[in-house]
């Protein structure tokens, strides 16, 4: 789930990791990962990352990996930090740290198994502009990277053939969904990924005609006939642009007109062989789910 270089760099704009408008530094930006630790035992740290920081930053850029030198110093560990893994830079969510190489072999394998054996071990929460129209249901289509003039962007291919995939060309992905609430014309939705593609979960809610709130980059797809959604192809809509959002959400959600939300989407939970790590989410979804009317997202009972 590590960004790769490919990626176009998104803006800057709107992102969470600035105060009063103005970027947090490094020792800033620590004092939230230490103040966000969720589970710590043995070799194992999680910890619940902020909207923006990416794990593998540009060079020059801040990034999580950057600073996890400084961070096992700041909580007294003795070894060498590493991702096991870790939502994409846009979303916010649990990050699952090791310090033992053995350790995060085993965690790694264990995930691989829970899929083979048809679990899904990590479970994300999302709201979306508009509400499905099953309550559940599973979203199965191919994907991969396309060139679109100097932006590679990730596309859905239906259909993918046998040799396409054979030769990894397209990866088959898979997301099962399960609506929480709605309001409002929004939804709060429960996202549980089998594979693991770079935005993989923002595509799939496009294709279900209901994109993520702060979605800037895919949520053009979904265009808008008398009120109907209907969804336009991806050559159309290569340049990310801010979302869209009708005058009435607007209104609900206390947006200025040049307002860029974040995306709102966020690793909420990991199951490990022998316990479930959880993340409440960040300040601004919460708020949301309030001002929408949404209810906060279950926790599993410790």
Known sequence: MLLRGKESRPSSEGRMLSRKGRPLGPEAVLELLEASVVHREGALLALSKPTDLPVLGHPGELSLTALLPALRRRLGLPAELHVVKAPARECSGLVLLSACHRVTEQLQRSFTAARRRGQFPVTYSAVTVRVPAEAEGEIRVGLCWQQKGDTAVVV???????????????????????????????????????????????????????????????????GTVLGEPFLLPPQETTTPRTQVLDAELMSRLQLSPHHRLPLHL???????????????????????LRLLGLPSPPLPPH
């Open 266 to 288: 966020h690793l909420q939970q990991l199951m490990l062989p022998h316990t479930v790590l959880c993340a409440p989410p960040p300040p601004h979804f919460l708020r949301t």
């Open 156 to 222: 859905a291919v239906p259909s993918p053939g046998h040799r396409s995939v054979s030769r990894r060309e397209v990866k088959s992905t898979l997301t099962r969904y399960r609506l929480l609430g709605a309001a409002g014309g929004c939804a709060l939705l429960q996202l549980q990924p089998r594979t693991a593609f770079p935005q993989q979960l923002q595509v799939h809610l496009t294709l279900l005609m209901c994109p993520a709130l702060g979605d800037h980059k895919h949520a053009s797809r979904v």
